[in-house]
């Protein structure tokens, strides 16, 4: 996730886990689809949703009151067809990326939901990176602000630098690279200060590299809870639970968590400047910050 968030009323009390970090919802979105698994919003309020299991993706309009909705998708390997697409990433209104997991490939959206560009790792796979063969099956990715794009490959847990080309640019994390080393990664996402993060769920940790690879530094988030999905929002890392969601202040380190009892699982969540989201099992809830 790649999202702008100015959140200075949530400077809390260090390691406070009753703290109420948000608002009661303010409004619900209902009816939604079954199985979904990724919400996004972009700066104009539109909602991207992602249904992996029956491999589409939903468009909902914020001029609409969310009442309008555009889809595209369905099992197939052509441009329009995903086969278990796993994220999403939407960088502006403009640009939505999305990664079809099994067809091995990442897709280019237009407003529209039309497809653009593609990347398709089986035909990066003849390439190389410092003179060796490389054979991507990406698990997650990110966008950078200029368009590179950084590919988190499960056969060898290291993340690549691909220009906007497809040109592949440099390597790092792995098993073998000293303080960044990378032992069971799932996640990437950038934060707009231009540094990535690459989360670990198994070992409840994430490891930070500015965009050229450079490792800066590990978090081990110390929440209450364990935690399966991570969201950067401004200077703030939040992990999310089963029912909880944890912050913690990037520079200052202090934390907090917000229980969300009598609610649904948190399966996502998003920011935007005025609002926070967060995805149930066919439900979104929409809050405020205190």
């Known amino acids: 996730m790649f999202l702008v968030l100015t959140l200075p009323h949530l400077l809390w009390a260090q390691k406070s886990p009753d703290v109420q970090l948000l608002s009661e919802p303010v409004r619900e979105l209902n009816n939604l ?19 992996s299991g029956n491999h589409r ?13 555009l889809t595209i998708g369905g099992k197939g390997i052509k441009k329009e067809g995903f086969n278990y697409p796993s ?9 939505c990326f999305v990664l079809d997991y099994m067809n091995r490939r990442l897709l280019l959206l237009n407003t529209n939901l039309k497809v653009t560009k593609e990347y398709n790792f089986l035909d990066v796979n003849s390439q190389s990176v410092d003179d ?24 060898d847990l290291k993340i690549y630098k691909l220009d906007t080309y497809g040109r592949m640019q440099t390597s790092f994390g792995g098993l073998d690279y000293g303080g960044g080393s990378l032992t069971t990664p799932d996640q990437l996402t950038i934060n707009p200060g231009n540094y990535l ?39 703030y890392l939040v992990c999310i639970g089963q029912n909880r969601l944890y912050f913690e202040h990037l520079l200052t380190r202090k934390t907090g968590e917000q229980v969300m009892e009598n ?16 995805l149930h099992p066919n439900k979104i809830t929409v809050h405020r910050y205190k």
């Open 33 to 51: 689809p079954n199985g979904l698994t990724d919400i996004e919003v972009d700066e104009e309020g539109n909602i991207f949703l992602l249904q």
């Open 57 to 69: 993706i939903y468009k909902y309009f914020h001029n609409t009151n969310y009442d309008s909705v």
């Open 87 to 95: 994220e999403l990433d939407v960088q502006n209104r403009q640009n």
């Open 132 to 155: 060796e063969e490389v054979d991507i099956w990406p698990i997650s990715f990110a966008a950078g602000p200029t368009g590179e794009l950084y590919i988190l490959n499960q056969n």
């Open 197 to 235: 993060f690459a989360a670990d769920t198994t070992n409840q940790m994430v490891a930070v590299f500015d965009l050229y690879g450079i490792f800066q530094y590990k978090i081990y988030p110390t929440a209450s809870f364990k935690w399966h999905h991570i969201a950067v929002l401004d200077n």
């Open 263 to 278: 609610s649904p699982r948190i399966i996502d969540v998003e920011g935007t400047k005025d609002y926070f989201y967060i």
